[in-house]
């Protein structure tokens, strides 16, 4: 009878504090606008060399934007700016394997095709407009 009389107790505050009265939850506090402004950063965009593909084969990009070129294939590839056979200059990777990459800035307007010195029909172009 004694624990009956201790459980009863312990069951009666147990309940009172599970239903006492609900607080009300915390007021939201204000998040301060960011005062940061973003500066205008360089884009960066990929292409694929794969299959004996550029992929994408042509973008017209910002000035500024750096390409960042991908050799997914088993064999070596170039990305040569011209058109084949003739180098224009501007960039040339030379020879690069599978896995590696190649990065270029393109930091004036135009067209710049490219091509593979190895393979001459994997071919692509850059358009680089004003921003």
Same mark, same amino acid.
């Given at each position: 009878?004694?624990?009956?009389? @201790?459980?009863?107790?312990?069951? #009666? +505050?147990?309940? $009172? !504090?599970?239903? *006492? %009265? &609900?607080?009300? /939850?915390?007021?939201?506090?204000?998040v301060?606008?960011?005062?940061?402004?973003?500066?205008?950063?360089?884009?960066?965009?990929?292409?694929?060399?794969?299959?004996?593909?550029?992929?994408?084969d042509?973008?017209?990009?910002?000035?500024?934007?750096?390409? @960042?070129?991908?050799?997914?294939? #088993? +064999?070596?590839? $170039? !990305?040569?700016? *011209? %058109? &084949?056979?003739? /180098?224009?200059?501007?960039?040339?990777?030379?020879?690069?394997?599978?896995?590696?990459?190649?990065?270029?800035?393109?930091?004036?307007?135009?067209?710049?095709?490219?091509?593979?010195?190895?393979?001459?029909?994997?071919?692509?172009?850059?358009?680089?407009?004003?921003?």
């Amino acid at each position: 009878m004694k624990y009956i009389s @201790i459980a009863m107790a312990l069951s #009666a +505050i147990l309940v $009172s !504090v599970a239903c *006492g %009265t &609900p607080s009300a /939850p915390p007021a939201p506090t204000a998040v301060p606008a960011a005062t940061i402004q973003p500066t205008a950063a360089s884009k960066t965009m990929n292409i694929d060399i794969k299959l004996f593909t550029y992929k994408p084969d042509s973008l017209q990009v910002p000035v500024g934007t750096t390409i @960042i070129w991908t050799n997914q294939d #088993a +064999i070596e590839h $170039s !990305v040569t700016n *011209g %058109t &084949p056979p003739n /180098p224009a200059g501007a960039f040339d990777s030379g020879l690069f394997t599978q896995g590696k990459t190649f990065s270029f800035t393109f930091t004036t307007p135009g067209d710049y095709p490219y091509f593979c010195v190895r393979h001459n029909s994997l071919q692509g172009t850059i358009k680089v407009v004003a921003q």
